[in-house]
């Protein structure tokens, strides 16, 4: 069964510090994907960055980038130089996909993070 | 841009009503999905359709139906409605399976 574990339930960083939030996630699956979504207290879902498990380099897109370790099943994102508006609550989400249309996509349960000024 | 538009914004049910919870797409998406969200619990599946035609369950698709007759619109039915179902649900749709999602702004539904 496909699994996503964020094993921090809230998150205190310094404006302008970097922040790493946590997500491990199992699956017998040899291909899938993980992504980062982004919450903010209006509700909106908020795409961040993705990465598949084929791929060689840590996807980064801006401030975020993902320390993709494989062998450790670990897919965490580091927000560098953080902003008041990066609090927010933050999902991780796995998509596997056994062929066809047998196609899951599991979230974990989210890390709300708090920026301080 | 439109995007993913949900409606409505707010419900209030009483146990046993039934209604629909309307999804439209204007990106020309094939992958649409509808999930529910509630405390402590991250984001649950509930049914998913990868093109017109077709449909398929997710995580929780119990006390839901769906159908896609068209690639735009992709609606949740709720045809008896329980307490259990209270939540806030979200549609999203995307390119293709496995692509990021963009997601609409959430429907809050209570059922008293």
């Known amino acids: 069964a496909q699994k996503i574990t964020q094993t921090q339930p809230g998150m205190f960083v310094q404006e302008k510090e970097a922040v790493t939030l946590d997500c491990t996630y199992d699956t017998s699956d040899q291909s899938y994907g993980l992504f980062w979504y982004k919450q903010p207290s209006s509700g909106e879902m908020i795409f961040l960055i993705y990465q598949g498990s084929y791929d060689e380099q840590n996807a980064t897109e801006g401030r975020y980038s993902l320390n993709f370790q494989k062998a450790r099943k670990s897919a965490n994102l580091v927000i560098s130089a953080s902003q008041l508006g990066d609090s927010a609550m933050y999902f991780c989400a796995m998509r596997t996909n056994s062929g066809g249309s047998n196609y899951k996509l599991t979230f974990g349960k989210g890390t709300l993070l708090t920026v301080n000024p | 841009n439109a995007g993913v538009t949900q409606t409505p914004k707010f419900q209030v049910l009483k146990t046993g009503q039934s209604m629909t919870l309307q999804c439209a797409q204007d990106?020309?998406?094939?992958?649409m999905s509808w999930y529910r969200q509630d405390p402590g619990m991250g984001l649950r599946l509930i049914h998913y359709s990868v093109g017109a035609g077709i449909t398929d369950q997710g995580e929780v698709p119990n006390g839901y139906n769906v159908s896609r007759s068209t690639t735009e619109d992709f609606p949740l039915r709720l045809l008896s409605a329980a307490p259990s179902q209270t939540s806030v649900y979200f549609c999203?749709?995307?390119?293709?399976?496995?692509?990021?999602?963009?997601f609409g702004d959430g429907t809050r539904l209570s059922i008293l």
């Open positions: 990106m020309n998406h094939e992958y």
């Open positions: 999203a749709s995307s390119r293709a399976i496995g692509q990021p999602q963009h």
